[in-house]
T-cell receptor
Framework: AQSVTQLGSHVSVSEGALVLLRCNYSSSVPPYLFWYVQYPNQGLQLLLKYTSAATLVKGINGFEAEFKKSETSFHLTKPSAHMSDAAEYFCAVSHAGGTSYGKLTFGQGTILTVHP | GAGVSQSPSNKVTEKGKDVELRCDPISGHTALYWYRQSLGQGLEFLIYFQGNSAPDKSGLPSDRFSAERTGGSVSTLTIQRTQQEDSAVYLC???????????????FGPGTRLTVL
């Protein structure tokens, strides 16, 4: 079975500071991992995904994530936060096999607040 | 170049009534997913369609919930005899479902906010 855990339901940073959102996964097979962002009253938008190619994945809006198998982690980072980054972020793992191809299991989400 | 659309955007209903939620996936996407987002439970998978068939209905919370997809396109999620605990945002997503589908990007609609009074 696959699962993800996001450490920290709320993260607050200053504008211009480093953003680090943590995600750890559990998977019995090589995982496919995703980060999605949700702005208020909107659906989810894909930031980036890991599909067993390069371990450092670059996404939109300056975000990137590094897959570390030894730590079972897929943390999301951005060197310099912008006010527009304030949103809720979800880490997800895609299921493999059986009838559940592509089904996503999400973490509980992390609300990012950016203050001036 | 339309994305995934969902209707209605908001639905308020009385306990015990039936509701239908609609999803229009991106044209050409063969896979369609329904998820539910609620304060207590986070984002939960409900059901998955490949074409018109639903190989995975494991997330449907009760037999009051059903879904269908016709013509490999539009999908309808129906909740019968709604209860207050059904209040949530219902999200639909679609993907191309090339290969085995695990790595495919799912594109999400804006959701339907359901409130059961």
């Amino acid at each position: 079975a696959q699962s993800v855990t996001q450490l920290g339901s709320h993260v607050s940073v200053s504008e211009g500071a480093l953003v680090l959102l943590r995600c750890n996964y559990s998977s019995s097979v090589p995982p496919y991992l995703f980060w999605y962002v949700q702005y208020p009253n909107q659906g989810l938008q894909l930031l980036l995904k890991y599909t067993s190619a390069a371990t450092l994945v670059k996404g939109i809006n300056g975000f990137e994530a590094e897959f570390k198998k030894s730590e079972t982690s897929f943390h999301l980072t951005k060197p310099s936060a912008h006010m527009s980054d304030a949103a809720e972020y979800f880490c997800a793992v895609s299921h493999a096999g059986g009838t559940s191809y592509g089904k996503l299991t999400f973490g509980q989400g992390t609300i990012l607040t950016v203050h001036p | 170049g339309a994305g995934v659309s969902q209707s209605p955007s908001n639905k308020v209903t009385e306990k015990g009534k039936d509701v239908e939620l609609r999803c229009d996936p991106i044209s050409g996407h063969t896979a369609l997913y329904w998820y539910r987002q609620s304060l207590g439970q986070g984002l939960e998978f409900l059901i998955y369609f490949q074409g018109n068939s639903a190989p995975d209905k494991s997330g449907l919370p009760s037999d009051r919930f059903s879904a269908e997809r016709t013509g490999g396109s539009v999908s309808t999620l129906t909740i019968q005899r709604t209860q207050q605990e059904d209040s949530a945002v219902y999200l639909c997503a679609s993907s191309l479902a090339i290969r085995e589908g695990r790595g495919d990007t799912q594109y999400f609609g804006p959701g339907t906010r359901l409130t059961v009074l």
